[in-house]
């Protein structure tokens, strides 16, 4: 069907199931990090798993299918890598906190939860890692 074609259904939905949060995920965003702060890690990256959700408010959140009126997500993307690959971290809970500042500060975020894991530290383990949530 065209866009021309689908019927709005605007004043039908009952307001009970209306929108209550609106959501951007980066999930499971495998980046490496020269991260860790025992001699055997220094200088060597590892994998880092990132996932971010960012609750955006109504207004940041597109009405339609506009790109111009769309929260920036790519921005998770690429800001996160540059700021992976831009340093080296001790430790994931100071990555974390930078990533976490870096979206806060962003328009339109209501909340935030930002992971990050380390897939590779123990055999029997899918990963070790800390979350930073503003709830």
Not at 8 to 14: F, H, M, S, T
Not at 98 to 123: F, H
């Amino acid at each position: 069907m065209t866009q021309s074609n689908l019927t709005r259904l605007d004043g039908l939905v009952p307001d009970r199931l209306a929108p209550r949060s609106r959501k951007i995920v980066l999930d499971g965003y495998d980046v490496p990090v020269d991260i860790g702060f025992h001699d055997f890690e220094v200088g060597v990256p590892q994998r880092l798993i990132v996932t971010v959700e960012v609750w955006v408010d109504e207004q940041s959140f597109a009405a339609s299918d506009d790109r111009h009126q769309a929260w920036d997500y790519d921005f998770l993307r690429s800001e996160i890598g540059a700021l992976a690959g831009g340093r080296r971290f001790n430790l994931q809970e100071t990555f974390v906190r930078e990533v976490y500042d870096l979206i806060a500060a962003r328009r339109g975020v209501t909340a935030l939860r930002v992971s990050s894991r380390k897939p590779d530290i123990y055999p029997d383990c899918v990963g070790v890692g800390v979350e930073l949530a503003s709830f």
